[in-house]
Structures are given as structure tokens and as C-alpha cells.
């Protein structure tokens, strides 16, 4: 069972529009959450994160904003550019977790931004 | 340029052939992933190790191993390939105290 599931595979925006990415976890204890960005033939890169004591973070045109009571956090992208086009993953993890820093992964969301 | 290196960057192979995936980092991060990206299901964690000497078991675990004899290096095996083990392979580090990993560019393997 996914503990971490982004519900939409894929979403399509134009350029100079919001960008908006979902995602929802069952686990409660998780108190760090991050969104990765990921282009064709390329690792995954570091996006934005958000700890559990916030309900917002915004670096950018990015901002991720959290919802602990329905344990579910979102992306937005303002303004979505074509250079944004890719494969976003939203993930999560337990800080204080004792056996090490692992990270648990949605499913992942492909966003095109058409010109 | 400081990263994560992995490879091969494709490979074919055929089932029951052995495997080791390479992944060299040149951060001194102490702690060393791998994922598997399957469509839909996004990134499994297969091994960790949290520092040189250690290892542990990740998400999807079965049928691969892992060691960590040094800092940089954390090879990934294959003992005997199966065509689900199909998948790309992404290695990944973090500092110890930073959730935040950093990924190699990933190894595309093909079991047939």
C-alpha cells in the first residue's frame, strides 16, 4: 500500500498559468515532506520542501503549501514555464526517524507547459 | 563536477546473468540510496546505507544486495537477473542530518 500516492499521472498547462500538483499521504508521523523534479534521462533534483510546523513554503514561482489534518500537500507553479515540463515527485519522511534519513515517494505527476 | 556517478548507463542482460550496477560519489556524504523508478509506482527504495560499513533494506529489497566497504562507493547486485528487475536504477546520497538526497543520472536496465 502506497503511503504516498499523487493521484493525477499527468497535467497539462499553458504557459503563464498556474500549475497545480497533489498529493496525499496516510501516514501520519511523517514530518518532512519534499517535491523533486525529474527530466527525461536525468536524476531526480531537489525542488522545494516543507517541514510538519509549516503550512507554507515558497521559494520562487514555487510554493508548497500543507495540509496536515487531511495529510495532504500541493505544488503551485506561478507562472508555469515550458522549461517546467517534467516528471514532479512529491515525498515524504520522519526526521526523527533513528534509522536513517529514507525518503518515501509518490507515484510521480507529468506536467507539460505548452507555449 | 561534485555528484553522483552511475554505470552503466544502459545495459541489456539476460535472465539469470549477474549484475553489479556501479554508483561513485564524491561528496562525503555519509549516507547512500537506491531507488527503483517504475512507471506509476515512482521511486522504490531497494538498499540503504546509512554510513561506510553498514546496510540495510529498503522498500523492494529481494533479489539484490549491496555493499558499502568505503565513504564513496555503494555497488548494486544483481545475483541473478530476472525480466522484473526491468527498471531504471537511480543511486543517491545525503549528508547524514539533510533529508535531502541527490541522485545519479540513473542506469536503464533491460532484463530479457
Known amino acids: 500500500d502506497q503511503q504516498v500516492k499523487q493521484n493525477s499521472p499527468s497535467l497539462s498547462v499553458q504557459e503563464g498559468r498556474i500549475s497545480i500538483l497533489n498529493c496525499d499521504y496516510t501516514?501520519?508521523?511523517?514530518?518532512?515532506f519534499l517535491w523533486y523534479k525529474k527530466y527525461p534521462a536525468e536524476g531526480p533534483t531537489f525542488l522545494i520542501s516543507?517541514?510538519?510546523?509549516?503550512d507554507k513554503n515558497e521559494d520562487g514561482r514555487f510554493t508548497v503549501f500543507l495540509n496536515k489534518s487531511a495529510k495532504h500537500l500541493s505544488l503551485h507553479i506561478v507562472p508555469s514555464q515550458p522549461g517546467d515540463s517534467a516528471v514532479y515527485f512529491c515525498?515524504?519522511?520522519?526526521?526523527?526517524?533513528?534509522?536513517?534519513?529514507?525518503?518515501?515517494f509518490g507515484g510521480g505527476t507529468r506536467v507539460l507547459v505548452k507555449p | 563536477i561534485a555528484g553522483i556517478t552511475q554505470a552503466p548507463t544502459s545495459q541489456i542482460l539476460a535472465a539469470g546473468r549477474r549484475m553489479t550496477l556501479r554508483c561513485t560519489q564524491d561528496?562525503?556524504?555519509?549516507?547512500m540510496y537506491w531507488y527503483r523508478q517504475d512507471l506509476g509506482l515512482g521511486l522504490r527504495l531497494i538498499h540503504y546505507?546509512?554510513?561506510?560499513?553498514?546496510?540495510g533494506k529498503g522498500e523492494v529489497p529481494d533479489g539484490y544486495s549491496v555493499s558499502r566497504a568505503n565513504t564513496d562507493d555503494f555497488p548494486l547486485t544483481l545475483a541473478s537477473a530476472v525480466p522484473s528487475q526491468t527498471s531504471v536504477y537511480f543511486c543517491?546520497?545525503?549528508?547524514?542530518?539533510?533529508?535531502?538526497?541527490?541522485f545519479g543520472s540513473g542506469t536503464q536496465l533491460s532484463v530479457l
Open positions: 543517491a546520497s545525503s549528508d547524514r542530518v539533510n533529508e535531502k538526497l541527490f
Open positions: 501516514n501520519s508521523m511523517f514530518d518532512y
Open positions: 516543507i517541514s510538519s510546523i509549516k
Open positions: 515525498a515524504a519522511t520522519l526526521r526523527i526517524r533513528a534509522a536513517g534519513n529514507k525518503l518515501t
Open positions: 561528496m562525503r556524504h555519509n549516507a
Open positions: 546505507s546509512n554510513t561506510a560499513g553498514t546496510t
